[in-house]
């Protein structure tokens, strides 16, 4: 059993930021892409950044130039570093390994995110 650990998240002002950590329990031989979502209340779980093997990254438009994604030394585990944080990224936040470009394969249990006005 394959288990995302996240961490990170908690209540911070308007633009303020936060570290986001995931790390798989296992090291896999192989990922394709490990990334990040978000769920509001009331809303469909949306990508915020992902990150490929090769390093190759990319962002939801909403998180461009705020946030960034990044490769542990470990390769198992990811972070996001959000920064210029807005009430409207109140969200759980949760991380996820594609193994083989087909979907992510595993999810984290998600971490809450609160950004006070």
């Known amino acids: 059993q394959v288990q995302l650990v996240e961490s990170g998240g908690g209540l911070v002002q308007a633009g303020g930021s936060l570290r986001l950590s995931c790390a798989a329990s296992r090291r896999f031989f192989s990922i394709n892409t490990m990334g990040w979502y978000r769920q509001a209340p009331g809303k469909e779980r949306e990508l915020v950044a992902k990150i490929t093997s090769g390093e190759s990254t990319n962002y939801a438009d909403f998180v461009k130039g705020r946030f960034i994604i990044s490769r542990g030394n470990a390769r198992n585990t990811v972070y996001l570093q959000m920064n210029s944080l807005k009430p409207e990224d109140t969200a759980v936040y949760y991380c996820?390994?594609?193994?083989?470009?087909?979907?992510?394969?595993?999810w984290g249990q998600g971490t809450q995110v609160t950004v006070s006005s």
């Open positions: 996820n390994v594609d193994l083989t470009g087909r979907g992510p394969d595993y």
